[in-house]
């Protein structure tokens, strides 16, 4: 039996159940998440990677839209102000390194 057989059996009998999916399987499997949309083209393309998807949020708020999501920046990019906004880093101790 597939696990989505035994899934199927055990909410049949009236047990809770569900599959432990991989994140193949939520993009490939899932028909409630590609019903709501899960995965989603980025708007831009990332500056090394080119096209990406993310997984969106899968529940909708009428007055408040949270479907706006930015390409995330290179790696390290925002090392400097993360050293000098969380870590109290002056501009002289973050280029020293």
């Not at 998440?33 to 708020?61: K, M, N, S, V």
Request: with cysteine.
């Amino acid at each position: 039996m597939t696990a989505e057989d035994v899934m199927h059996r055990c909410q049949d009998a009236g047990v809770p159940a569900g599959v432990v999916q991989t994140a193949a399987d939520l993009i490939e499997a899932d028909s409630q998440l590609a019903h709501r949309g899960f995965l989603q083209e980025a708007d831009e393309p990332h500056l090394t990677l080119g096209q990406t998807y993310f997984d969106r949020l899968t529940i909708r708020f009428s007055k408040t839209p949270c479907d706006t999501y930015p390409v995330p920046g290179l790696l390290g990019a925002d090392n400097a102000a993360v050293l000098e906004d969380w870590l109290s880093m002056t501009e002289d101790e973050v280029r020293e390194g």
